[in-house]
């Protein structure tokens, strides 16, 4: 008989067009591939049914999020109150089987210690309490700024607090995985399901360097908007932003350069081409927690990957990346890699690196936790 395993999604995981929910569903699709019986529990978060998890899942149980605005007054964060469903709490008693809560978001239940005698598991996306930190120090909306600072304050409790009663803590980085072992000791590290099922770098050059991500995310465009204005406009080769509902301020600063294209809303084969034919795929973040999946798309898909320290520390990847640790080192690599080819061998080092990375190796791990 096949083991079961009942998932609690913080939002639809389809279709996997962003961070979070493409962890979700190629870990589900993984999970079943190995022959788990899954039970998903999903919050409809702006996203509606959808059918296609049924191919994966045995059941699918659908919550509605209820945003209050009083909610913003409760001691518990609002990305966990906001949750807080008592027909979640009957499903989770009512079936069988591992419960896996996918992000401290979903763990209301877990944190009011409602689930006794059941085997629970926590998947952290991040340390949300230094994430909603990191948003509120580069934040220039004054309530949006107090919104993260109390709920960075909120969480830093609630997460420590509530992940005591697991039994098992799956760390996405290492990062996160050295800092939720000084609390407990049932931390595993299992990086992101990430969507490839093979490397598809070509050798060669290409003669565009890309800039991709959710171009609506706030954290995403004021990254964007430090490459185009500190390194985008010191050279002059040519350049594509691509990604979902690019923001209009975001839209008004690539419009001031003529060698910078805006591809809004490229479909999922469209993007996947745009990585593989850059020749360098530029990334750069403020946040340096978790591990970006922009990241290992292009590790995945794309030539040279040039990053900065909040995108590479510490995640095993240094040594296929370029890190610039300042704007002119940026520019420097930009300068040096347009004129490399991209050749057999170091396609074939980027094979032996992301070997261990595949998402079968991260479901076999996740197996033996379950």
Not at 241 to 259: C, D, E, F, T
């Amino acid at each position: 008989m096949n083991k079961v395993v009942q998932i609690v999604s913080f939002n639809v995981p389809y279709p996997p067009d962003y961070g979070g929910v493409i962890d979700v569903f190629y870990k589900i699709k993984s999970l079943h591939q190995l022959g788990f019986e899954i039970i998903l529990h999903t919050f409809e978060y702006g996203r509606s049914v959808q059918p296609q998890l049924e191919k994966y899942c045995k059941k699918v149980f659908y919550y509605k999020r209820h945003r209050s605005i009083f909610y913003f007054f409760s001691r518990l964060p609002f990305i966990v109150v906001s949750r807080k469903n008592k027909a979640l709490l009957q499903n989770l008693l009512t079936n069988e089987g591992v419960i896996l809560f996918e992000g401290i978001h979903t763990t209301y239940w877990l944190y009011r210690n409602a689930l006794k005698n059941r085997q629970i598991v926590v998947r952290t996306h991040n340390i949300e309490y230094l994430y909603y930190q990191g948003l509120a120090i580069t934040e220039k909306s004054i309530f949006r700024r107090i919104y993260f600072l109390l709920e960075s304050s909120k969480l830093r409790k609630y997460e420590v607090e509530t992940l005591a009663n697991a039994n098992h803590i799956i760390a996405i980085s290492p990062n996160d995985f050295a800092f939720f072992k000084q609390y407990f000791n049932t931390v595993n590290l299992v990086y992101p399901f990430h969507g490839n099922d093979e490397i598809r770098c070509k050798t060669g050059k290409g003669n565009y360097i890309l800039i991709h991500g959710d171009l609506s995310v706030p954290e995403n465009i004021q990254s964007i908007k430090w490459l185009i204005e500190n390194v985008v406009a010191m050279v002059r080769y040519p350049f594509i932003v691509a990604g979902k509902n690019p923001a209009q301020s975001l839209q008004k600063i690539i419009a001031r350069y003529q060698h910078v294209k805006l591809i809004a809303n490229p479909s999922e084969n469209n993007m996947n081409d745009l990585i593989a034919n850059a020749h360098i795929n530029l990334i750069h973040s403020f946040h340096p927690q978790g591990m970006k999946l922009k990241l290992l798309n292009s590790l995945y898909k794309g030539r040279f990957v040039i990053v900065n320290p909040g995108v590479i520390d510490n995640t095993g990847f240094e040594k296929t990346c370029y890190i610039a640790h300042q704007k002119e080192d940026y520019i420097i690599y930009i300068t040096m890699l347009m004129d490399k080819v991209f050749d057999e061998k170091l396609l074939q080092e980027r094979i032996e690196l992301l070997e261990s990375y595949s998402m079968i190796v991260q479901a076999k791990r996740i197996a033996q936790i379950l």
